[in-house]
């Protein structure tokens, strides 16, 4: 498919996301293509830090924290979530569709055919059932820790290759 199509093809999708995938969409864009918001890479100082939080984190010394707790936490510091957090995460949505669209003219022709494949693969419902069963399994398994307010790639990443 050529790029112009392809591109206009998935603002189109993107523009029809909302909740789990649009947050999916999000994830896939900032953490496996490449653009300005790429971070550039750590340093050994900051690596030898992350460790450090990664065996404090297995030792059980940092406790997670629920996504109740930092909803309370985010209404004491900002309070403008106060009417409800409804109306917070339509205004996220909102920007977070708009952000993608953009990126998306700003990621290359590989990182689109890739995310194209994400969504047609992450969205169809019926998927699950084609997938072999470990994959099966750590798909729910990060939907649930997302949806649990888990966010523990880094850590995993870390420990297997730190």
């Not at 998935?10 to 999916?24: T, W």
């Not at 700003?106 to 997938?131: A, E, G, M, P, V």
Request: negative net charge.
């Amino acid at each position: 498919m050529d790029r112009n199509k392809l591109l206009a093809h998935l603002k189109k999708r993107v523009q029809q996301l909302s909740g789990e995938e649009l947050n999916l969409a999000s994830m896939f864009l900032y953490n496996w293509t490449k653009g300005p918001w790429t971070p550039a890479s750590l340093s050994d100082e900051q690596l030898s830090v992350l460790k450090k939080r990664v065996k404090e984190f297995e030792d059980g010394e940092v406790e997670p924290v629920s996504m109740e707790e930092v909803w309370q936490k985010f209404e004491e510091k900002y309070g403008y979530v106060s009417e409800g957090k409804e109306s917070y995460e339509a205004e996220r949505e909102r920007y977070l569709l708009n952000e993608l669209t953009e990126m998306l003219d700003q990621i290359s022709t590989q990182d689109l055919t890739c995310f194209d494949i994400f969504l047609r693969s992450y969205t169809r419902k019926d998927n699950l059932q084609t997938l072999r069963p470990e994959e099966r399994a750590s798909i729910e398994r990060g939907l649930e820790d997302a949806k649990a307010g888990r966010l523990t790639d880094a850590f995993e990443f870390l420990r297997a290759n730190g």
